[in-house]
């Protein structure tokens, strides 16, 4: 399965909570303008593309396309249908495919969502956050709950699928403004909910007046009862959790987010975007060094950088998935890799992941030179994929499949650096079933119970310690 992704960083205005790779200008040099930024972004597919065939990645047509930001509906909806296009062109599109916009509500009308759908979207991802007007104050929101429903009401009159996002967590949100907030989604009637915890950076707005004293910061038990509070009500509303933050009616689950947890290759494309690859041809060249050069920051924060649905926000401190990331990363002097990079004898073959480069001017620079615009790649090693399985899979409600798991321990420990893994047995679990953490199928997939969700971070070190990674 392939996914492509599509970073949009510009916004109308920063949001007090907000630490994504966003932007307000409207020109930030070197071609990367809003009016000239589907004309870059459609550059960089070629450029991707190229890369991709020198470094033996034959993808599959696109399962899934995914336009976020950022704020991918400030662009005119024609640019993002132009960028649709081109997908189509460079790596075709799956009959059925899933194709999906995050829209702020104040962005979108009628027209605006027809010339979408026209042009081949069927999901939209609604930015609502909460319904309570003072907690959209707090978090510098500025759009209404009518907003909203006017929003999901276009794109029902058009056929498009729409899902809205959640905050919890907000400061001075109690309990009872949080379930006007849930119970408003709910009564919007769409099938696809997604509520995340508000996660703190020090350096945003809020983040500041946190620590100046003027906002409370927010508590861990009160985000605790508005997980319960949330999932209780979107299951009474025939909504069933899929992901830890995530709520759908059968069938209407977002594949595309679906495909980041179950560890699909997707291309990220767009300043800060993250890509995915499990099997990259690397080859005898200069370049190669530079190419699989560790991350800025750590393993566990580039596997938590692969995570979500692409969201205005983070849940439990986890890094946004498509490359929003809060760590500003640029280019160093004549970074990226040229297009040709790797041309020469095959040496190995490896996953990889890589992020674009983060300031839209130095993306640029990097697209108008021809280089693939990468801040950084790292290789997969088959212990960090074991890591990954692990992670992903604990966080879903299909569950972590323990023969895969153990399939994937023996390969890492056939790796040229072996670590001492251990096999998984349903002893082991035994007493994480105790304690009300997990569930275990006869099929032998490990499902998180509620508690398990609430105490992720736990569970997954758990895993950890059986395995010995």
């Known amino acids: 399965m392939f996914e492509v992704y599509i970073h949009v960083p510009f916004c109308m205005r920063r949001c007090g909570y907000c630490d994504f790779n966003t932007y307000t200008a409207v020109d930030m040099g070197e071609g990367a303008s809003r009016g000239n930024y589907a004309n870059m972004v459609i550059r960089e597919m070629s450029i991707v593309r190229d890369w991709q065939i020198a470094h033996g990645i034959d993808e599959p047509e696109a399962a899934t396309v995914f336009f976020g930001g950022g704020t991918p509906t400030i662009l005119k909806a024609s640019d993002l249908v132009a960028m649709l296009n081109a997908v189509r062109d460079t790596w075709g599109i799956a009959e059925n495919a899933e194709i999906t916009t995050e829209a702020n509500p104040d962005t979108v009308n009628a027209d605006y969502v027809k010339e979408l759908a026209d042009g081949g979207f069927n999901r939209i991802s609604f930015g609502m956050q909460s319904a309570v007007p003072h907690v959209l104050a707090t978090l510098d929101r500025t759009h209404t709950p009518e907003n909203v429903a006017a929003g999901i009401a276009v794109a029902n009159a058009v056929g498009v699928r729409s ?4 905050i919890y967590g907000a400061p001075g949100e109690s309990l009872d403004d949080w379930r006007t907030s849930v119970r408003t989604a709910i009564d919007l009637g769409v099938n696809h909910i997604s509520a995340y915890a508000l996660t703190i950076a020090p350096n945003t707005k809020m983040g500041r007046r946190i620590a100046a004293g003027t906002l409370s910061r927010p508590d861990d038990d009160d985000e605790a009862n508005k997980y319960e509070i949330a999932d209780t009500m979107f299951t009474e509303a025939g909504l069933e959790w899929y992901e830890v933050s995530n709520w759908a009616r059968p069938g209407y689950e977002s594949q595309h987010n679906l495909g980041y947890w179950r560890n699909v290759d997707w291309a990220g494309l767009g300043p800060g975007a993250h890509s995915h690859y499990n099997a990259v041809t690397e080859a005898d060249h200069p370049q190669l060094a530079s190419l699989t050069a560790p991350a800025g920051g750590s393993k566990s924060e580039a596997i938590a950088s692969a995570s979500a649905d692409g969201q205005a926000n983070a849940e439990l401190g986890m890094i946004n ?7 500003e990363i640029h280019a160093p002097a004549g970074g990226g890799c040229p297009a040709d990079a ?16 983060a300031h839209p001017r130095l993306w640029g620079t990097a697209i108008n030179e021809n280089r693939v615009p990468w801040a950084d790649s790292e290789t997969i090693t088959p212990e960090e994929k074991l890591e990954e399985l692990i992670m992903l899979g604990l966080r879903l409600h299909e569950g972590l499949d323990l023969d895969r ?3 994937a321990i023996n390969d890492a420990g056939m790796s040229s650096t072996p670590q001492t893994l251990r096999n998984v047995s349903l002893d082991q679990l035994a007493p994480m079933v105790s304690e009300g953490l997990i569930t275990v199928s006869d099929s032998h997939r490990v499902v998180p119970t509620r508690r398990g969700r609430l105490l992720n971070d736990s569970v997954i070190e758990q895993f950890f310690d059986f395995v010995g990674v």
């Open 163 to 166: 899902s809205v996002d959640l």
């Open 321 to 327: 998935a498509h490359g929003n990331n809060s760590q």
């Open 342 to 357: 790797g041309l020469g004898v095959v040496s190995v073959s490896h996953g990889l992941r890589s992020w674009d480069i």
């Open 405 to 407: 798991i153990n399939r």
